[in-house]
């Protein structure tokens, strides 16, 4: 029988994308067209750069940049290399990125032109980095891609590598404390790749539009994508503008995004303006979309819209709700469901002692198979709790009914106890969302003394409208009872958002809780 060391690894996905199709083109920025050829040489050539620095197997690097094809070439480079990678994130904080490079024992940071002077302020503050290069011309550090001209390219090769190998070390949020890095194991990235074109709804050559940052999660759709001989076109940064205009010129037929984007090309993108007959399949995810934003987003993008959920613990994805399931007038509940569970991992909902509820009843997500974490670096307390039985514990509460759709009720840490009642916040802003004059809601769990805590939403408009906040007080008491009615609500122009795109409740809670302690942490 084969050994574990001997069966397909990433490598063999890795370099058979890049050698099938030699003449393609893999990936376009701006005016550039990389071809499949042109991006294996420049991996080699990167590779060959970070060898002679001293960035061997084991070694660990990090990257700051924006968008651009070549921080996708590194992470391939390093994981080619046997390195480790873990990214930083062009809107993280200098204290944050520090504290990353020193966890994980970065030795080098590869940033983006005009992310050098930060990345030369986080190297000062973490004692583990001892060179800064730049991803292009820099008067502040040495060119890496410059230096990588210099050599020339060899023909990339699988590697030998062991399935619980671990190469790219990715740090969650911190929206509920201090970041944790997450060890991704090769058999989950294999396992990433695998779910993903098989569970996604990929058009059969792929031009994937990427505007998530790919220094983190928002890479996973690229292998599959170059998998396919497709094209990857890259985005700076979010603009909805612009993201429509690159979808009707470059003729996308699917991208990712997070609902905070899909709000904003609702709301200012104006759709209608452009040609977006080629999108097939535009993936949402990361956090969660009220059913009412997302039937208005199937009315004015088409029958396009696939929802996936996971968590950096589980990076092959645990379930999607298909295009097909996506069916507004038909049924509309299902609009509120994360879907079912991708094909290769399990899905259930266990209660506190680890068994499975009753259909119907709330309980905890749990998700087992090869796309699930190793564990968290340097933390084992966490994670012997987060893979209890076997199992990922993800911390979102939801209930599963009897067709197998899993409905999202909270994560465990942004339920709302008041009055001794349970209320699930998810619950409230799906009612609001519902009204014309929303365009996004955050629903809170503020300190009261005589209620504990006091149902809170903060409300922004759309462009445009006013809000009624006595209208949305009563529609929720109707809706779901007046203890689940908000005894506030604040309008404000904007919600804060985490560095991936969520709604950062915790900042949100933060101007209200300091002092106090929480009766759910």
């Given at each position: ?94 204290d944050d990125h520090a504290f990353i ?56 090769t699988r590697r030998t590598i062991d ?359």
């Open positions: 029988m084969a050994r574990l060391t001997d069966d397909v690894n990433y490598s063999d996905i890795l370099v058979g994308a890049l050698t099938r199709y030699p003449t393609r083109d893999a990936f376009v920025h701006g005016d550039r067209r990389i071809t499949y050829a042109e991006t294996a040489d420049t991996i080699s050539t990167i590779m060959q750069v970070l060898v002679a620095r001293g960035i061997t197997r084991g070694r660990a690097i990090s990257m700051l940049s924006s968008n651009v094809p070549e921080v996708w070439m590194v992470q391939a480079a390093a994981y080619l290399i046997g390195a480790q990678y873990s990214g930083l994130h062009p809107l993280g904080s200098p490079c020193q966890d994980a024992g970065v030795e080098v940071i590869i940033a983006h032109p005009d992310y050098v002077g930060a990345a030369l302020s986080v190297a000062e503050r973490a004692g583990s980095v001892r060179e800064v290069l730049a991803l292009g011309p820099s008067s502040d550090a040495p060119d890496l891609l410059g230096l990588a001209a210099d050599h020339s390219g060899q023909r990339l399935a619980e190998d671990v190469h790219w070390i990715a740090y969650t949020g911190g929206t509920t404390g201090r970041s944790k890095g997450v060890k991704i194991p090769d058999r989950a990235l294999v396992q990433s790749a695998q779910s993903v074109t098989t569970s996604l709804g990929l058009p059969e050559v792929p031009r994937f539009l990427a505007v998530a940052p790919i220094s983190h999660a928002g890479v996973l759709p690229i292998m599959p994508t170059l998998v396919r001989g497709g094209t990857v076109v890259v985005q700076k940064s979010f603009d909805p503008d612009q993201w429509l205009r690159t979808v009707q010129d470059e003729r996308i037929n699917w991208s990712f995004v997070v609902p905070t984007m899909l709000h904003t090309l609702l709301d200012r993108g104006e759709p209608k303006r452009f040609d977006l007959s080629s999108l097939e399949t535009i993936m949402y995810g990361s956090s969660p979309m009220s059913p009412a934003r997302i039937s208005e987003a199937h009315e004015v993008l088409g029958p396009v819209l696939l929802q996936a959920y996971g968590q950096t613990e589980c990076v092959s994805f645990a379930t999607t709700l298909r295009k097909d399931e996506h069916q507004p007038l038909l049924n509309p509940e299902r609009l509120s469901s994360c879907g079912r569970a991708v094909l290769g991992m399990r899905v259930e909902i266990l209660d506190d002692s680890g068994e499975p509820v009753e259909t119907g009843q709330i309980g905890e997500i749990c998700v087992r198979g090869r796309g699930v974490m190793s564990g968290y670096h340097n933390l084992p307390d966490e994670t012997a709790k987060a893979l209890a039985g076997d199992w990922l514990h993800t911390g979102d509460l939801a209930i599963q009914d009897e067709d197998g759709f899993v409905y999202i009720v909270e994560r465990a840490k942004d339920m709302i106890i008041t009055g001794g009642f349970n209320v699930y916040s998810r619950e409230i802003e799906d009612v609001i969302s519902r009204d014309p004059s929303v365009s996004s809601v955050a629903v809170i769990g503020v300190p009261d003394r005589k209620w504990g805590e006091a149902v809170t939403a903060i409300v922004v408009p759309r462009p445009g409208s006013s809000i009624d906040t006595e209208h949305l007080v009563n529609l929720v008491r109707e809706k779901k009872g007046s203890h689940q009615a908000p005894k506030s609500i604040e309008v404000v122009d904007q919600l804060p958002v985490t560095a991936v795109g969520k709604i950062d409740k915790k900042s949100l809670r933060s101007k209200y809780w300091d002092g106090h302690d929480r009766l759910v942490n």
